[in-house]
């Protein structure tokens, strides 16, 4: 085995991959309208999903401001991203503690 980095969804389990696809594709714009149901239930029942989904949507709106478009050089995305989930885990430390 090398030692290739493992992109982060690696970690999820299938069915979590699976929701987390469609969560992109939700903020992306790019489901169909029985689509859009279905993700919109899960969002209101699964505080997981909800989480990422703010993750995700605040990370495209810091794209979209820093590089004045949805494509984010390489890397920066990433980055972005992992800084945020850093955050919210502090912010959610802080609540449980
Ligand atoms: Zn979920």
Same mark, same amino acid.
């Given at each position: 085995?090398?030692?290739?980095? /493992?992109?982060? /969804? ?17 903020? +992306? !714009? #790019?489901? +169909?309208?029985?689509?859009? !149901?279905?993700? #919109?239930?899960? %969002?209101? /029942? ?5 989480? #990422?989904?703010?993750? #995700?949507?605040?990370?495209?709106? %810091? =794209? ?5 478009? +949805?494509?984010?050089? +390489? !890397? ?8 945020? =989930?850093?955050?919210?885990? /502090? ?5 449980? !503690?």
């Amino acid at each position: 085995m090398s030692e290739e980095r /493992t992109p982060e /969804t690696a970690r999820f389990s299938p069915e979590r991959l699976s929701s987390l696809e469609r969560i992109y594709h939700y903020l +992306d !714009g #790019e489901l +169909d309208a029985s689509e859009l !149901g279905e993700i #919109e239930h899960h %969002l209101a /029942t699964c505080p997981e999903c909800q989480s #990422e989904y703010a993750i #995700e949507a605040m990370l495209k709106q %810091l =794209v979209r401001r820093s590089c004045q478009s +949805d494509e984010a050089p +390489d !890397g920066l995305r990433e980055r972005i991203r992992a800084r945020i =989930v850093v955050e919210q885990r /502090t912010i959610i430390a802080r609540w449980n !503690g």
